[in-house]
């Protein structure tokens, strides 16, 4: 398959096209990522919603408001479909191909996250900036990603795994602090002291997901947030900073953070803590996540750094850890994987007497 040739903009600026929306619990974010990006990069014009229905609609830049999709005014909006290199609209003499910048995709949960929509773009050939297929599926899960971890060579807590309707032995000590298994944004996630608060913290989490991760809670640790990419020159990374919360940063205060359009605050870290930081992050992210712009967040206890999760596709695409988040964006949009090119012969065929219908 030959990837489709993406115009240049007369600008030296390099634009993009946002994809968003999906079916998932994040729904909401992914909107709410759009529209911070479309203020904080200015000049973006074009974006795609993926709607419930699992219908794109293209999205006039000026109707970029959350009321918009609210009130479900988007139905009003052009209907288009992914096809082969690209994105069509339907018209009376048949479909006209439109002519977009690169694609971003910005879904968050399900759909963006989990690889469908990776392997979708794959499938029509069509470029983008964001994770592909195996990346996210090692992501998406917080099992498979501790797995991942391990096999990298990056720390991680130790867990437990549990399935609706199972009846485990938990052996880790309490305070627990109890996840979904694939879902983001600390939806579903709460902290168990005992075996009454579990139990009911099992069944909120069972409302989300049908696989549950179960860590032992440990007060007084440090958190610190990364993001990053691989350039044509190698892994560029963004400020690392340290996230301001409580117990654990919850639904609410994630949801506040990706509508900011302000950026963050770096920390005030050792030089050996930063380079531990971003070798840790080197090693997630290796070839896996190329084309990729990605957030690990990261524990540090005693001096000993662990990975608590991987963004493949972090709110508003983590703009608040850069100094120059446009400018990421374009260094990334200059190394993205290509699909290996497979030239299908019938030869073999011809030889086998049986396939030839004889």
């Not at 993406?6 to 079916?23: Q, S």
């Not at 988007?74 to 694609?103: C, D, M, S, V």
């Not at 599926?137 to 867990?159: H, M, N, P, Q, R």
């Not at 030889?351 to 030839?356: D, N, R, V």
Request: hydrophobic share 40%; charged share 30%.
């Amino acid at each position: 398959m030959i990837l489709p040739k993406f115009r240049k903009f007369k600008d030296k600026t390099l634009n993009f096209c946002f994809l968003f929306g999906g079916i998932s619990y994040e729904h909401e974010i992914s909107i709410v990522s759009a529209i911070a990006l479309k203020k904080i990069l200015g000049n973006v014009e074009h974006f795609i919603f993926l709607d419930d229905k699992h219908k794109f609609y293209f999205i006039p830049k000026e109707k970029m408001q959350s009321k918009f999709f609210s009130t479900k005014e988007y139905l009003k909006a052009t209907k288009i479909h992914p096809k082969n290199g690209g994105f069509y609209q339907r018209t009376l003499w048949g479909e006209k191909r439109l002519t977009l910048p690169l694609i971003v995709n910005l879904i968050h949960g399900g759909d963006g996250e989990n690889g469908v929509v990776a392997s979708l773009l794959d499938f029509y050939g069509i470029n983008y900036i964001g994770p592909r297929n195996l990346a996210c599926v090692l992501s998406f899960d917080k099992e498979l990603t501790k797995i991942l971890a391990k096999e990298c060579g990056v720390l991680s807590f130790e867990y437990q795994v549990t399935h609706r309707n199972s009846n485990p032995k938990i052996t880790l000590p309490f305070p627990l602090i109890i996840k979904p298994a694939r879902l983001g944004s600390s939806i579903g996630i709460s902290i168990a002291k005992s075996e009454e608060e579990l139990e009911y913290a099992l069944q909120e989490a069972f409302e989300y997901d049908d696989k549950v991760i179960l860590e032992s809670f440990i007060s007084g640790i440090k958190e610190y947030n990364i993001a990053g990419y691989k350039s044509k020159e190698g892994m560029r990374f963004s400020f690392i900073e340290e996230p301001q919360k409580k117990e654990f940063l919850d639904f609410e205060k994630k949801y506040l953070d990706f509508s900011r359009t302000e950026g963050a605050k770096e920390a005030v870290i050792p030089e050996s803590l930063k380079q531990t930081l971003q070798e840790n992050f080197t090693k997630i992210y290796g070839d896996l996540f190329e084309g990729a712009l990605i957030r690990c967040d990261f524990f540090v206890k005693d001096g000993i750094c662990y990975l608590n999760e991987i963004n493949p596709i972090p709110g508003s695409l983590a703009h608040y850890l850069f100094n120059d988040f446009r400018g990421a964006l374009e260094d990334l949009s200059r190394n993205l994987p290509k699909l290996r090119e497979i030239k299908v012969s019938h030869d073999l065929l011809c030889k086998i007497e049986f396939a030839k219908g004889k």
